[in-house]
């Protein structure tokens, strides 16, 4: 979380210091962005009367984590290989794409 909030102070010093840079015009990469995928909506989807907000979008990330109806799709699908527990089938009924 602090390298992503570090990430934003860096990217709001750079807007302040070049008034031609846009948002658009920046693109940040990792190689894991489901690991940080949390963290960028938590900082940069923050709402602060204190600091600008900076325009972002989240890409390259699996399909199944970005609609719940796919996830609980491929939940479904895992039980074929499972023992049908309680616990997984119940689950399976809260999920919210259900």
Same mark, same amino acid.
């Given at each position: 979380?602090?390298?992503?909030?570090? !990430?934003? @102070?860096? /990217?709001?010093?750079? +807007?302040?210091? @070049?008034?031609?840079?846009?948002?658009? $015009?920046?693109?940040?990469?990792?190689?894991?962005?489901?690991?940080? %995928?949390? +963290?960028?909506?938590?900082? +940069?989807? %923050?709402?602060?009367?204190?600091?600008?907000?900076?325009?972002?979008?989240?890409? $390259?990330?699996?399909?199944?984590?970005?609609?719940?109806? !796919?996830?609980?799709?491929?939940? /479904?699908? $895992? *039980?074929?290989?499972?023992?049908?527990?309680?616990?997984?089938? /119940?689950? *399976? /009924?809260?999920?919210?794409?259900?």
């Amino acid at each position: 979380m602090r390298e992503v909030e570090i !990430l934003q @102070d860096q /990217l709001l010093a750079m +807007f302040e210091e @070049d008034p031609q840079l846009r948002p658009g $015009d920046i693109i940040v990469m990792t190689p894991d962005i489901e690991a940080y %995928a949390p +963290f960028i909506s938590a900082v +940069f989807g %923050a709402q602060s009367t204190s600091r600008p907000r900076i325009p972002f979008a989240i890409a $390259d990330r699996g399909p199944h984590r970005e609609s719940s109806c !796919l996830r609980t799709f491929f939940n /479904l699908l $895992d *039980l074929r290989d499972s023992r049908f527990g309680a616990g997984e089938v /119940l689950r *399976l /009924l809260e999920s919210p794409g259900f």
